[in-house]
Each structure stands twice: as C-alpha cells, then as structure tokens.
C-alpha cells in the first residue's frame, strides 16, 4: 500500500482521497504517538483550516479523532499554516493539525501535523502515525476521559501580535496590493499589513469555500500584476491557499520569485549582522543567479533537496537565520517553524521603507539565468536516472556549462518522471542541452 504522508502531510481529493474516515482515524493515531508524559493536565491539540468547503468536514472529522483518545481539541477556525503551527507551541498543546491542500485547487485537501513547539514531524514519526492509522483503534477512554472541543477566541490576535513583530519599521507610506487567493490569508493579511502601516489594497480576499486558488494567488499572478500597475503601487504580495507563500511584483508589474527575496532579505540581515554564519539555505531548484548573488556579497548558500522540510532541517543542524525556496516558502527561524507567506511580506516592506529603496532596485543583484525544464516519462525513474549513459550526458554538459550554467537532473518525487533543469546564459543554450540529455534519458527507457 502507498505511503499516506508525502512531502507535505497526507493529501488528496477530499472525501474521495482525503475522507472523513481518513481524517478521523489521523486525528486519533497523532494523538496515539504525540503523547507527553505529563500525567497533570490534559492534553490538547491546536486544530486549524483554510476556508475549502470540505475543511468544515475534515474538521470535524480530526476533533472527533482528537477527542476519542482523550485530547481536547482547541479549534482556531480559519489561519494560515504558520498560524496554526505558531499557536501549537503558544498554546502549549501536544501537537497540531492543519486542514489543507496550500496551492492546490480547491476540490484537493490536506492534513499536516505538527508536533510539539510547532514543529514538522520527521518521517519515522509519520511512519509510525501511518501504522497506528492502519491498525485501526485501541481501547478508548469514556466518560469524563472523552476530550472536548473549545473555540480558541484569541487566536487570529495572538498569531498577528506575533507576526507584526517581524516589521523592523514602519511602512507608511507604501502601498501594497495583497492577493489573498481566496485563502486563509484572506482576514489575516490586510490586517498584519495595515497594522504596520502600510496602505493595504486587497483582492481575491472574500472566500467562499470553493474559489480558493481559483486564478489567483502565488500561482496565478497576472491580476496582481496589472493592479499593481493601475493604482500605481509600490508593490504586490501573492499568497497561496494557506499563506505560507510570498512571492512579489515590483511596481512595474514585474514578478520577484522567491529567490529574488530571499536575496534581498539575506542581504539586509547581513548588512545587519543577523545572518548567522553568513549563510543562506536554500533548494536545487534555486537558480543559479541566487547562487551568484550570494557569492558577491561574501554570503553562502547552503544547498537541501527540494521541499521546506529539507530546508527547515538544514535551518535547524547549523542555526542558521534563513532559507527557503524559489516557490516562495520563506522561513526566518526567529518567527517560525515553518514558512510564512505574511511575516516574509513584513519584512520585504521593511526592507523598502528603511532603505526607501523600490522593490526592483533592491532586487537587482538577483541576476536570473534562462531556465529550461523538460519532464521526460519513463517506467522507472530511478533505474534510468542512474543509467552510466545519462550520467556522462549530465557530466559532459556540466563541462560545457562550466561556471556560467548548470545541469539538475532528478526524478520526480510523486511521478514517473525525470526532470532535466538546465541554467545557462542564454535561453537557447539552456534548451538545447536540456534536449539534449532528455533525449538521453528517454533512450534508456
């Protein structure tokens, strides 16, 4: 049977994939494993949604799960991700769970699972969450050992006092348009974004329960585009589904991916000097430009498989202040265990408001290089990716790129796919060696 967890928690199409059964049998198998020794309260988890239609379900699925082995569920309605898994280490709670599916359009859902202090589950964890999922349900307490659902009134508040924290200025004076995706940054953004001053022009933000992601948000940002350049603001910040995404417009309607900002928000911790080790984590995925960059300015980049689970493990072996990936999920440790789409918008802005530089100047050491990428399918990933054949074809492209490019190739991580990324100078460079070693790779098929 396939693996529940991926990259990212348990996923899928809700109530086909993702079903209220599933989601009651996780609530109580995290509850099983996410177990503290203290015999002298009772023990709670910090429960937490975007706005999906089907999160309503979910839901309540997980506090039944929760409450059928004797944990109270604290219920925060509707937050971003780094919300619920801020409030799960404020709160004090055993662990927390998070009902969604992020960037994915709206009939997907997702439960993540956060464990105590807020903090990702490593995969034994899950494995072992996994097995008590599977082996269905022990001896359950009854009576007054059955845990009980409260509304956590305070939690929108407390999650945005902790995030205003993150503005090391007052930014008024910058107009910023916000694209919310219809998600759970929808109430919390604007708010976060005012509070610190700036004048705050909101779209896509009214939910429905089934507009989420719908044309907007991170992965849809020509609307945020051309907002920006009508009201003439100074900028434009995309969330996704559960806002712990950031990606940016400059003024002039031009996209600032993730790499672009962590560029300017390492270079402004350096200059600080908060950049532990002088050192920036981030993906294979990041182009080679972020690469360049950080080398100019004496700053290096330490390099993790793609997902923010490899990045938040990297923060965490070498203390470091920051990393995060070219998608936009950006973790600054000081505020954080995880990505968060509205205290990486906070300090972008406070950034352009304590420099009064624009966006795009700012940006402007973050050079990026023409990217091609070819998914090649084949029948076993693995197998072929190893093959000797295409492993010369990687390396004598590498020899050719030398110091002005780069060759990635890797299977894909759900897929039958190999994926062929080549940087080079030039866009016609880049795609001919990318076509290149595809067409080794599919050879070996």
Not at 73 to 100: C, E, H, K
Not at 171 to 191: E, I, K, M, Q, Y
Request: aromatic share 2%.
């Amino acid at each position: 049977m396939a693996r529940l967890f991926g990259t990212d928690g348990v996923r899928g199409v809700a109530n086909q994939d993702l079903t209220a059964e599933l989601a009651m049998a996780l609530g109580a198998a995290a509850a099983r494993r996410l177990l503290r020794t203290d015999e002298t309260r009772r023990r709670v988890a910090v429960v937490g949604r975007d706005p999906r239609a089907s999160g309503e379900m979910l839901e309540a699925a997980v506090i039944a799960g929760v409450a059928s082995e004797g944990v109270d569920a604290l219920r925060v309605g509707v937050l971003p991700t780094p919300a619920v898994a801020y409030l799960t280490s404020a709160y004090d709670a055993d662990f927390g769970v998070m009902i969604s599916a992020s960037h994915n359009p709206m009939p997907d859902n997702g439960i993540k699972i956060f464990g105590p202090g807020g903090h990702k589950l490593d995969d034994s964890t899950e494995d072992r969450i996994e097995e008590l999922v599977r082996q269905g349900p022990g001896a359950r307490p009854t009576g007054a050992g059955i845990g009980r659902a409260v509304d956590a009134d305070d939690a929108l508040e407390r999650y945005l006092r902790h995030a205003g924290k993150a503005a090391t200025a007052r930014l008024d004076g910058l107009t910023v348009v916000v694209d919310c995706a219809h998600g759970a940054a929808s109430a919390a953004a604007p708010r976060a974004y005012r509070a610190a001053g700036a004048n705050v022009i909101a779209i896509h933000a009214e939910p429905n329960g089934l507009n989420i992601n719908d044309g907007c948000g991170s992965t849809h940002m020509q609307t945020l585009r051309s907002t920006v350049v009508s009201y003439g603001a100074d900028l434009g910040l995309a969330h996704d589904g559960d806002a712990d995404r950031c990606l940016a417009v400059d003024s002039h309607g031009r996209i600032i991916d993730g790499d672009a900002i962590m560029v300017v928000l390492a270079l402004a911790m350096h200059e600080a000097g908060e950049l532990a080790a002088d050192t920036l984590v981030a993906t294979v995925m990041s182009n080679l430009g972020l690469h360049q960059a950080m080398r100019s300015a004496g700053i290096e980049v330490r390099t993790t498989g793609v997902g923010d689970r490899y990045v938040l493990e990297e923060l965490r072996a070498g203390a470091y202040s920051i990393g995060g990936e070219q998608s936009g999920h950006l973790v600054i440790p000081a505020f954080g265990t995880t990505g968060d789409g509205i205290v990486t918008g906070l300090r972008l802005m406070s950034r352009m408001a304590q420099t009064r530089r624009s966006l795009a100047d700012l940006a402007e050491p973050m050079q990026t290089l023409p990217q091609v990428l070819i998914n090649v399918e084949v029948s076993d990933k693995s197998t072929v990716a190893d093959a000797p054949s295409v492993r010369d074809a990687v390396a004598q492209v590498q020899a050719e790129l030398g110091d002005s490019g780069r060759i990635l190739l890797r299977p894909s991580g759900t897929e039958q796919l190999v994926r062929v990324m080549v940087e080079a100078a030039d866009e016609d460079t880049a795609r001919q060696m990318a076509v290149r070693v595809a067409e080794s790779v599919s050879a070996q098929d």
